[in-house]
């Protein structure tokens, strides 16, 4: 398999960024077990940007911090197996223009950018055709996607990326006050209120109240991810009348055990987000060592259906590589979408 190296665009921007992203030299001084060299081999992959307030919070000496496997590079990602997918969840064949994709007749996905805070290790957009290119549409892509937004009249466009809070207000308000009318309902797909809590701002949530109906679904996979900063700033939202929803993905050695999940799950609700989606991991190249078999996830999903009330029970969804779009695993299974027992799961 190969992959383009994306990494020293990004690398050139972060530098720019300054003292809220934690360099490598410092990453590598503070934390022995990391390599010099697999970070940078990672990074050529698919980029390595860890925001400080997450590093700070990562335990040095352990090895098994869900933090850091969620954010720090591994030997493991170098590892591409022959039933690892560039595209595991079928989007490369349904995008009508560069920014887009069309899954469903009511729904488009609008790529406002390819950045994100954070690059998590396990991103089913981590391949190289999802990140080479240019990190943020020009203007006249983004004019020419609007237009198919706006000409296509779907029920609901879901700004997505990388992260759409990755963009300033201005041009995030600018895009949905474009997709206005036309489009009834605008949703925001983001981790930023997770990664990067002080993105929250008053006049943030302000502008997405204003812009009502405005659903944000948010991206938070461990408790120890809603520090006290993060929780203000769900609570921001919430407080401004904006309705958040978590997506949570199943990742192996971070949440696939029933007490993170459940105290994940309780968090959110005690919070007032929806623990809406656990998300099956997709079977990209890269993140094999972070999967976790389906069997595995139905009956950990059965536990946790145990444990919690309705209000705190997510559905255990899988977005299927031929691109139908995302359903209940146990169906996925049941129709063959994806096996009960799949390739590098455990
Ligand atoms: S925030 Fe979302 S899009 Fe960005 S790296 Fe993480 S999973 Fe991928």
């Not at 995008?95 to 790529?111: F, S, T, Y």
């Not at 696939?256 to 999940?261: A, I, K, P, S």
């Not at 809406?276 to 190249?285: F, G, I, N």
Request: with cysteine; aromatic share 4%; hydrophobic share 45%.
């Amino acid at each position: 398999m190969v992959f383009e190296e994306v990494a020293p665009y990004h690398e050139r921007r972060d530098r720019a960024r300054g003292a809220r992203i934690v360099g490598r030299p410092e990453a590598l001084r503070r934390i022995e077990r990391l390599s010099d060299a697999v970070w940078r081999a990672a990074d050529r992959l698919f980029p390595v940007r860890v925001p400080r307030a997450w590093f700070d919070q990562i335990d040095p000496d352990d090895p098994n911090d869900p933090l850091a496997l969620q954010a720090l590079p591994d030997a493991r990602e170098l590892i591409h197996g022959a039933e690892d997918l560039n595209d595991p969840v079928g989007e490369q064949g349904l995008q009508p223009l560069p920014w887009l994709v069309q899954k469903h007749p009511d729904r488009i996905l609008l790529l406002l950018t390819r950045r994100c805070h954070l690059y998590c290790r396990y991103c089913f957009r981590r391949t190289a055709p999802h990140h080479a290119g240019p990190e943020d549409p020009d203007d006249a892509a983004l004019d020419a996607a609007i237009a198919r937004c706006v000409a296509a009249r779907p029920q609901e466009v879901i700004l997505s990326g990388g992260d759409p809070l990755a963009v300033t207000d201005a041009r995030l308000f600018d895009v949905m006050d474009r997709l206005r009318p036309a489009v009834p309902v605008l949703r925001i797909h983001t981790r930023a209120p997770i990664t990067a809590p002080e993105r929250v701002t008053e006049a943030l949530a302000a502008g997405l109240r204003a812009r009502a109906p405005v659903w944000v679904l948010v991206h938070c996979n461990h408790p120890r991810e809603l520090t006290e900063e993060v929780r203000a700033g769900l609570t921001r939202l919430v407080d401004a009348g904006v309705p958040v929803l978590n997506q949570a993905v199943l990742l192996r050695g971070v949440n696939d055990d029933v007490e993170t999940l459940v105290a994940l799950c309780e968090a959110l609700v005690a919070l007032r987000v929806f623990p809406y989606y656990l998300h099956h991991t997709d079977r990209v190249a890269g993140n094999a060592h972070l999967r976790v078999d389906p069997a595995a996830g139905l009956a950990l999903h059965k536990a946790l259906s145990r444990r919690v009330s309705g209000l705190a029970l997510p559905s255990y969804v899988v977005d299927p590589p031929d691109g139908s779009g995302k359903i209940q695993v146990e169906r996925a299974v049941a129709e063959g979408k994806i096996a009960l027992h799949e390739p590098g799961g455990a």
